[in-house]
């Protein structure tokens, strides 16, 4: 199988960042297959989220790759992030859009295609559905499935966005499906196995 968006994979940040952080990040980066990273810190203060923020976005930049922030508009436009990921708790879109302008904004639908078209109606630049399997990352409240991803990609051309508990083993299925990008953490970050830059390279 040959895939079309050779950088299909959407990185998530690990909850807390090892001393070997920014040097594993820059050689999962380096291999190319990343197209965005997404910063999500929920236990550090604005402050060291600013400081983390400043030296992953040089990594990123170094490597092309788009940094989004997780959930926090106004460190989004402090860092001059490349956009924002917003869950249904978060800011809303069109308020998020005022103070972020043209930058990146995706929306969690979790496994609805109702919030799918409000997210679309609200012009979300990608829209994130899951969780497709279990995951360590995050307790799962949502199980979606690739009927979802069928369904969304009838009603829209906006990217589409898989995420929970994605490996090796099971990213192929999603991709054939229609996911534009999946979004994955754990298989990367908190691999037994496998370095983080040895398990991106499974994702062929």
């Known amino acids: 199988m040959r895939i079309k968006n050779k950088r299909f994979i959407y990185l998530i940040s690990p909850t807390k960042l090892r001393k070997s952080f920014y040097k594993d990040l820059d050689e999962v980066l380096k291999i190319k297959k990343v197209s965005f990273f997404q910063l999500r810190l929920k236990k550090e203060s604005f402050e060291n989220k600013l400081l983390i923020g400043k030296k992953i976005k040089k990594i990123c930049k170094k490597y092309k790759v788009k940094l989004l922030i997780n959930d ?47 997210a679309i109606k609200d012009n979300a630049d990608y829209l994130a559905f899951g969780a497709f399997y279990l995951s360590k990352t995050k307790k799962i409240k949502y199980k979606s499935s690739i009927s979802i991803l069928k369904r969304a990609k009838r009603i829209t051309n906006t990217p589409l966005v898989a995420i929970g508990g994605i490996n090796s083993n099971n990213y192929k299925k999603l991709l054939l499906n229609k996911a534009n990008f999946l979004a994955i953490s754990g298989y ?8 983080p830059a040895e398990a991106i390279k499974k994702l062929k």
């Open 188 to 195: 990367i970050w908190n691999n037994k196995k496998l370095k």
């Open 72 to 118: 926090d508009v106004l460190l989004t436009k402090k860092l001059n992030a490349d956009g924002c990921h917003l869950g249904q708790k978060d800011m809303n879109l069109i308020k998020a859009r005022k103070i972020l302008k043209n930058k990146i904004i995706g929306i969690t639908c979790h496994n609805s295609i109702k919030l799918a078209k409000i």
